[in-house]
Nanobody, 123 residues
Protein backbone atom coordinates (compact mmCIF):
# COMPACT_ATOMS: atom_id res chain seq x y z
CA UNK A 1 0.00 0.00 0.00
CA UNK A 2 1.27 3.46 -0.90
CA UNK A 3 1.29 6.11 1.81
CA UNK A 4 1.38 9.78 0.82
CA UNK A 5 2.07 12.69 3.16
CA UNK A 6 1.78 16.28 1.95
CA UNK A 7 3.47 19.30 3.48
CA UNK A 8 4.37 22.86 2.63
CA UNK A 9 1.01 24.56 2.67
CA UNK A 10 0.44 27.86 4.41
CA UNK A 11 -0.81 31.43 4.20
CA UNK A 12 0.76 33.71 1.62
CA UNK A 13 -0.08 36.96 -0.11
CA UNK A 14 -1.05 37.23 -3.73
CA UNK A 15 2.00 37.12 -5.98
CA UNK A 16 4.05 35.01 -3.62
CA UNK A 17 5.18 31.40 -4.01
CA UNK A 18 4.83 28.10 -2.18
CA UNK A 19 6.38 24.69 -2.73
CA UNK A 20 4.34 21.67 -1.73
CA UNK A 21 5.91 18.31 -1.04
CA UNK A 22 4.44 14.83 -1.15
CA UNK A 23 6.51 12.13 0.52
CA UNK A 24 5.65 8.64 -0.70
CA UNK A 25 6.34 5.38 1.07
CA UNK A 26 5.25 1.79 0.77
CA UNK A 27 5.26 -0.15 -2.48
CA UNK A 28 7.75 0.81 -5.15
CA UNK A 29 6.29 2.84 -7.92
CA UNK A 30 7.65 1.57 -11.19
CA UNK A 31 5.19 2.71 -13.82
CA UNK A 32 3.24 4.99 -11.53
CA UNK A 33 1.74 8.42 -12.00
CA UNK A 34 1.58 11.08 -9.32
CA UNK A 35 -0.95 13.85 -9.32
CA UNK A 36 -1.83 17.01 -7.45
CA UNK A 37 -5.47 17.95 -6.98
CA UNK A 38 -7.11 20.75 -5.05
CA UNK A 39 -10.47 21.45 -3.47
CA UNK A 40 -11.67 24.93 -2.69
CA UNK A 41 -14.47 25.57 -0.18
CA UNK A 42 -17.83 24.70 -1.69
CA UNK A 43 -16.30 23.32 -4.87
CA UNK A 44 -15.47 19.90 -6.23
CA UNK A 45 -11.92 18.60 -6.18
CA UNK A 46 -10.09 19.45 -9.40
CA UNK A 47 -6.95 18.32 -11.18
CA UNK A 48 -3.87 20.54 -10.94
CA UNK A 49 -0.89 18.65 -12.34
CA UNK A 50 0.50 15.15 -12.85
CA UNK A 51 3.87 13.54 -13.48
CA UNK A 52 5.03 10.12 -14.54
CA UNK A 53 7.34 8.38 -12.07
CA UNK A 54 8.68 6.38 -14.99
CA UNK A 55 9.73 9.00 -17.53
CA UNK A 56 9.05 12.36 -15.87
CA UNK A 57 6.45 13.45 -18.39
CA UNK A 58 4.07 16.07 -17.03
CA UNK A 59 0.63 17.48 -17.63
CA UNK A 60 -0.99 20.61 -16.21
CA UNK A 61 -4.45 22.02 -15.85
CA UNK A 62 -4.88 25.34 -17.62
CA UNK A 63 -5.17 27.09 -14.26
CA UNK A 64 -1.56 26.26 -13.42
CA UNK A 65 0.20 26.44 -16.76
CA UNK A 66 3.10 28.86 -16.62
CA UNK A 67 2.81 29.25 -12.84
CA UNK A 68 3.03 25.73 -11.39
CA UNK A 69 5.77 23.15 -11.84
CA UNK A 70 5.50 19.51 -10.79
CA UNK A 71 8.69 17.53 -10.25
CA UNK A 72 10.02 14.32 -8.73
CA UNK A 73 13.06 13.54 -6.58
CA UNK A 74 13.29 9.80 -7.06
CA UNK A 75 16.02 9.38 -4.45
CA UNK A 76 13.75 10.96 -1.84
CA UNK A 77 10.51 9.36 -3.11
CA UNK A 78 9.05 12.84 -3.09
CA UNK A 79 6.90 14.77 -5.54
CA UNK A 80 6.85 18.56 -5.47
CA UNK A 81 4.51 21.26 -6.69
CA UNK A 82 6.18 24.64 -7.05
CA UNK A 83 3.52 27.32 -7.20
CA UNK A 84 4.45 30.85 -8.28
CA UNK A 85 2.44 34.04 -8.75
CA UNK A 86 -0.28 32.74 -6.49
CA UNK A 87 -3.71 34.35 -6.61
CA UNK A 88 -6.62 34.14 -4.16
CA UNK A 89 -8.37 31.70 -6.50
CA UNK A 90 -5.60 29.20 -5.73
CA UNK A 91 -6.84 28.95 -2.14
CA UNK A 92 -7.74 25.31 -1.51
CA UNK A 93 -6.73 22.11 0.18
CA UNK A 94 -4.12 20.49 -2.04
CA UNK A 95 -3.98 16.70 -2.27
CA UNK A 96 -1.32 14.37 -3.59
CA UNK A 97 -2.44 11.18 -5.32
CA UNK A 98 -0.88 8.11 -6.91
CA UNK A 99 -1.91 5.44 -9.38
CA UNK A 100 -0.31 2.67 -11.40
CA UNK A 101 -0.16 3.43 -15.08
CA UNK A 102 -0.05 6.57 -17.17
CA UNK A 103 -0.75 10.07 -15.96
CA UNK A 104 -4.36 11.12 -16.06
CA UNK A 105 -6.50 14.05 -14.98
CA UNK A 106 -9.31 11.74 -13.83
CA UNK A 107 -9.60 11.82 -10.06
CA UNK A 108 -11.29 8.44 -9.72
CA UNK A 109 -8.41 6.64 -11.42
CA UNK A 110 -6.05 7.51 -8.57
CA UNK A 111 -6.19 4.96 -5.77
CA UNK A 112 -3.90 6.42 -3.10
CA UNK A 113 -4.38 9.85 -1.55
CA UNK A 114 -2.69 12.00 1.04
CA UNK A 115 -4.48 13.87 3.78
CA UNK A 116 -4.14 17.25 2.10
CA UNK A 117 -2.40 20.51 2.93
CA UNK A 118 -4.11 23.89 3.14
CA UNK A 119 -2.99 26.72 0.88
CA UNK A 120 -4.47 30.14 1.55
CA UNK A 121 -3.69 33.15 -0.65
CA UNK A 122 -4.74 36.55 0.63
CA UNK A 123 -5.36 39.52 -1.65
Amino acid sequence: QVRLVESGGGLVQAGESLKLSCAASGRTFGRAAMGWFRQAPGKEREFVAAISWNDGSTYYADSGKGRFTISIDIAKNTVYLQMNSLVPEDTAVYYCAARRGEITTTETWYNAWGQGTQVTVSS
